[in-house]
């Protein structure tokens, strides 16, 4: 079983910041890529930005220039900063990470889901 631990959501204010965490646990041999999701109410979930294991990043145009993926390999933990934040950003953000397990297999793991709402 692989376990995610998702914090930093909340309420912030148009043009501010925020930064999401997201940890992985359990039986893990290593970690491929790493992502963050996000749905809005009516929509569907959609990638917002990704990282493989080498470090190479991929963004939604909707956030280039704002947000900023990053990973720190030795605590499995993947951030996303969200930088001069707008409404059309609320939803609830979702982690995903694919692992290859203690057995040898691949598994693709989500998040439990943080809320962000960007709101004056």
């Known amino acids: 079983q692989v376990q995610l631990a998702e914090s930093g959501g909340g309420l912030v204010q148009p043009g501010g910041s925020l930064r999401l965490s997201c940890a992985a646990s359990?039986?893990?041999?290593?970690?491929?890529?790493m992502g963050w999701y996000r749905q809005a109410p009516g929509n569907l979930r959609e990638l917002v930005a990704a990282?493989?294991?080498?470090?190479?990043?991929n963004y939604a145009d909707s956030v280039k220039g704002r947000f900023t993926i990053s990973r720190d390999n030795a605590k499995n933990t993947v951030y996303l900063q969200m930088n001069s934040l707008k409404p059309e950003d609320t939803a609830v953000y979702y982690c995903?990470?694919?692992?290859?397990?203690?057995?040898?297999?691949?598994?693709?793991?989500w998040g439990q889901g943080t809320q962000v709402t960007v709101s004056s």
């Open positions: 359990g039986s893990i041999f290593s970690i491929n890529a």
């Open positions: 990282i493989t294991s080498g470090g190479s990043t």
């Open positions: 995903n990470v694919q692992t290859v397990t203690m057995t040898l297999g691949i598994k693709v793991s």
